[in-house]
């Protein structure tokens, strides 16, 4: 039988749609991956932000990843919304009995791009810890960037020593800082422990950019579930999350979500 790449996501959920479990599965469809999903929290959001979270329990987190690894096969996973310590010990378990045969991405989500805060603040600290030396990739933007490193990133040259900090000395396999906040083109840049690629493109002057971080981590995983070396993985990645700004939907009254089918549009 042909082989069927699967890529399992392990965040929160977005019931607008644009970002969370339910813009990774999106993602994962798109790209002719199957995707399967173990839910950490249940988020009350939209386009204008985080009304409410509801976490669940970490023995049921346990069982939904327990159903998954017990009968699935996963080539690639990712995290997303990890909001507290409890969750994230239970999470690096099932990473670890992985044996690195698993890629794993990881998007530090900490704060939603309306600005509220997701994740505790003793749960950052165990996932700079703890989680991520077990990556094979890490993609934060500058603000998740700033509090990895403890350092201020103001340029391009900041983002480049940031990436080599994170893997050289936090133990990350390899890091993706991301250059949304900065002026200019959109440049992003990959450092795997040997090199730095730059991955740029023109910036898209749109508000509707809910869901970004998500969709690109996810386009990530599902290309290394295929597998895709890491620098076609995030290559491709961009491109997909490119298109997707490109044509994402002015819907909501907030930052609109990105357009999961953009690389359709003809």
Known sequence: MK??????????TDPSGGAGIQADLKTFQELQTYGMSVVTSVVAQ???????????????IEQQLESVFSDMP?????????????????????????????????????VATSGDPLIVEEARHFLKKELLPMTTIVTPNLPETEFITGRQIE???DMKEAAAYIVDELGAG???IKG???????????????RIYTFSEERINTKNTHGTGCTYSAAITANLSKGLSLYE????????????IRYSFPIGSGNGPTNHWATRIE
């Open 3 to 12: 082989h069927i790449p699967c890529a399992l996501t392990i965040a929160g």
């Open 46 to 60: 939209n386009t204008t932000g985080v009304q409410d979270v509801h976490h669940l329990p970490v023995e049921f």
């Open 74 to 110: 996963v080539h690639a996973l990712k995290t997303g919304m990890i909001a507290n310590e409890s969750m994230m010990e239970v999470i690096a378990r099932y990473i670890t009995k992985t044996k690195k045969e698993v890629a794993y991405v990881m998007d530090p989500v900490m």
């Open 155 to 157: 340029s391009t040259e």
């Open 174 to 176: 390899a890091a993706l």
């Open 180 to 194: 949304g906040h900065l002026q200019g083109k959109a440049v992003d840049f990959l450092f795997d422990g040997h």
């Open 233 to 244: 993985a995030v290559l491709h990645a961009k491109n997909f999350v490119t298109e997707a």
